[in-house]
């Protein structure tokens, strides 16, 4: 190649028109290019084939309509979708999101950042990402099974288990997936690991509920090994109290560290002695209650609620957003930073605003990036996947070593990409690393 091509070519080159509107998109692709400019300059086989131009698309997306009663007798409404990002290193991989914050745009780009998460498990799955408008809160357990009934029966035509096989996300736990899972198997007559999170008794695999959560310890732990530095005794604010928070928190406790801080839509609750492990169990065992609210937690565990409000001002050495995107902007980082916290590791996805993320790096906090940091509950579904394909049920023990080994695997990867020094730029070493895996898989395959 002659000239070096320019970032800002790379992106106009590969997005065209198409993305123009999409900010979301071009956002997180922009960031993309920018981590891999080189690489890309120096592979022309990635130029000639086009490798940039077809992770900018989708492979597929899939929208369809869901028509469901509710209690009742009421006929609703709601649209459902499934963007499958890439299959180049695996059938298509990735959670189901049921919220009223759902449509296509946060998908596409749900789904770019899933097939680059998921090539940092070094398993092999592609990138997905669905989910529907719906709203779960407030519905009863009959209208949350009716509902996900009437979604498979939309979706079981575009998934399968060498095909795509979703999972649970944002509002979307284990119930969901059991329902789902249910009438597909009834749908398709085939008993199959189709899906990711199921229960214990029909192929689920032990520590799939722990694991986002687990994992988001085990990578900020191997991040302050790195630096010769260990949890014990620091403290955290942690958003959410659902899946990803909840084991992010009981395992923060389990290493040390003080948990100050849940938080959910409605407020946050702050324990300035630290949440026990007894108590987050006792949250984890509630969240799923119709109408549990954490708020009611406040008097019983020795803290106070904050209504309204997010945990950004809290005291802490540690910040880790669990809850969902853009929960973090540039006044909550000028917030954390002046009251002493100097680490951000990411359980939710994409929970930063770009201008939060210039931000912590122009503040020179150590950042784990989501699309790292959170990839153990995606990669234990790959070994629930492994599972189901030999028929077998693994131990928890033998499950959580496999599990701490991947994310110490994908730390080094980011570390090998992104600066072997005491502080790695961790998101430039997760999209290089990933890239790589990705562009290579396509470029084997020849122009398809
Ligand atoms: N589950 C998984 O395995 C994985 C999840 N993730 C990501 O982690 C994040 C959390 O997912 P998960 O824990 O599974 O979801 P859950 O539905 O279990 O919990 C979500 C939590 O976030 C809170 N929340 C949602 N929206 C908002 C908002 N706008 N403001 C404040 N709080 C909010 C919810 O509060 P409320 O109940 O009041 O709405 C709830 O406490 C998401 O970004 C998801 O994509 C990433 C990797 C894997
Ligand atoms: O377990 C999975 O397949 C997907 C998890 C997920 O949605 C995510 O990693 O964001």
Redesign the pocket.
Same mark, same amino acid.
């Given at each position: 190649m002659s000239e070096a091509l320019r970032q800002e070519d790379l992106v106009k080159s590969a997005c065209g028109k198409r993305h123009a509107a999409d900010s979301m998109f071009l956002r997180g692709f922009s960031d993309l290019v920018e981590s891999v400019v080189d690489i890309v300059n120096q592979r022309t086989e990635y130029v000639e084939s086009g490798i940039l131009e077809r992770l900018a698309e989708p492979d597929r997306v899939v929208s369809f309509r869901i028509v469901w009663l509710d209690d009742a007798g009421e006929v609703q409404v709601n649209r459902g979708y499934r963007v499958q990002h890439s299959n180049a290193i695996g059938p298509y991989k990735g959670?189901l999101?049921f %919220?009223p914050s759902v449509e296509e745009g946060i998908l596409r780009r749900?789904a770019f950042e899933q097939t680059l998460k998921n090539a940092l498990t070094g398993l092999p799955m592609g990138g997905a990402k669905g989910g529907a408008d719906f709203d779960p809160?407030d519905r009863s357990k009959a209208e949350i099974m009716r509902f996900c009934q009437a979604f498979i029966t939309e979706l079981h035509k575009e998934i399968g288990p060498h095909r795509d096989i979703p %999972?649970? +996300?944002?509002?979307?736990?284990e119930r969901e997936i059991g329902y789902m899972f249910g009438q597909y198997k009834r749908i398709t007559e085939t008993f199959s690991g189709v899906m990711t999170?199921k229960g214990l008794e029909f192929g689920g695999s032990c520590l799939r509920r722990e !694991?986002?959560g687990f994992g988001v310890i085990y990578f900020l732990e191997a991040m302050l090994k790195h630096r010769g530095e260990a949890i014990d005794g620091r403290s955290a604010a942690i958003?959410? !109290?659902?899946?990803? !928070?909840t084991h992010a928190a009981k395992r923060f406790a389990q290493t040390g560290g003080k948990v100050l801080t849940l938080? +959910?839509?409605?407020g946050f609750l702050h324990v300035p002695e630290g949440l026990s492990e007894e108590w987050i169990d006792q949250i984890v065992a509630a969240?799923d209650d119709p109408g549990f609210r954490?708020e009611t937690m406040a008097a019983k565990v020795g803290g106070s609620w904050h209504p309204g409000d997010?945990p950004w001002r809290v005291a802490c050495d540690i910040a880790l957003p669990? %809850?969902? =995107?853009n =929960?973090i902007n540039a006044a909550a980082v000028a917030s954390l930073v002046d009251n002493g916290c100097t680490i951000v590791v990411e359980? %939710?996805?994409?929970?930063l605003t770009t201008e939060a993320r210039e931000a912590v790096r122009a503040a020179g906090l150590l950042y784990g990036p989501?699309k790292v940091a959170?990839i153990g509950?995606?990669a234990m579904s790959g070994l629930e996947l492994s599972q189901n394909a030999a028929r077998l049920h693994w131990s928890e023990e033998d499950l959580a070593q496999d599990l701490r080994r991947i994310i110490e695997e994908a730390h080094t990867l980011c570390v090998a990409h992104g600066g072997d020094d005491k502080q790695p730029d961790y998101e430039r070493g997760a999209n290089r690393a990933s890239f790589i895996r990705v562009a290579e898989a396509m470029t084997a395959f020849g122009i398809l």
């Open positions: 959670g999101r %919220a749900l809160k %999972a649970g +996300d944002i509002g979307v736990g999170g !694991a986002t958003s959410g !109290a659902g899946n990803v !928070a938080s +959910d839509s409605r969240h954490l997010t669990c %809850a969902t =995107e =929960e359980g %939710a996805n994409l929970p989501g959170n509950g995606v």
